[in-house]
């Protein structure tokens, strides 16, 4: 039985660098001046908390239009990009070519811009003179660097919810290393759950990625709690299976799958119920595996932690736990007798004697 727990892990945790590579980058050009309060307004309430969100997936670069060169960009892209003279100040942003201004319309229209160009696939730096030299010159002032962007910097966006993730994740994988090798408790602990807690349990489950399922689908805000930043989780990349299917609509398939088949057993008869440990035994591992390289995705690849993926990692663990010893026994049996002595034929023991 290790074996499918290792491989379950090992084909999982492939899927980390898949999900992280090549995402949509969005950069963008904020023209400000430290002599305008709406600039530090925007800068720092509506700038900062977009580019915490998306963290290496939009980069900012922050022109100083005091300075020589930085007013004199501002100026020719006015020219350039036929900026009428009403509309001529700071704090102004370029996006591709569309050019926002004021503390009402930057903070109001950016954030769609930004999802618009990420699913496009990303968008270049605008098309304004010399930018290769503010690049040079004002790189420094970009609120997070490609090159800073690594674990560390990704765990410090979010300390609290990710020392939570991190502990929970600690935990996820002692409980793996205790339900390798087959012990007795797991036999016991399968036979003694009553059926109302292990439905309880699912249900629990499938509430909470249905829940999660509706803000990665309609890229709504979720109610967070005081813990984490379950928003950053939802509307990053890695919420989406190889940029198609939201995560959390495969949980939600997961546990209804897993809701089925508790009833199909209780309340139908036939052969094939026989089967439904194994089944639920092999839909939980791999539940299970996958929720540890959730918890693993959200503190050091995300930056930040979703309170309901945490509970949902809870649950799918919980409902593993609560299966795994039955399932284990009746593939032993699968091993030994073959299937055909399961669904009521005779041992493979018994077989051409």
Known sequence: MRLPFLLSFCLLFLLTPMAYAATPTVKVVFFSSPDCPFCALVAEGDLQPLQQQYGSDLRILTVDTTTEMGGRALRQMWVDFDVPSARRGVPTLLVDDRVLVGAHEIPNELPGLIEDHREKGGVAWPDIEGLEKLLEVESSVEFYEATDDNWRTRFARDVPGNYVSTTLLVI????????MPRRPWQKRLSKRAPFGLKVGVATLGFVVALYLAYGETTRQDLFCGPLGQCNIVQHSDMAMLFGVLPLAILGALAYGTLLG?????????SKWTRLTPTLVLGLTVFGFAFSV????WQPFMIGATCSWCLISAVT?????????GEGREQVAILRRDGLGALLGGPPRSQQGG
């Open 261 to 269: 088949l508790y009833f199909f057993r209780r309340f139908h008869s």
């Open 316 to 324: 799918m663990t919980t409902c593993c736990l609560l299966n795994l």
């Open 172 to 179: 996820l994988i002692l409980i793996a290393l205790a339900m």
């Open 293 to 296: 390289l959730l918890t693993f």
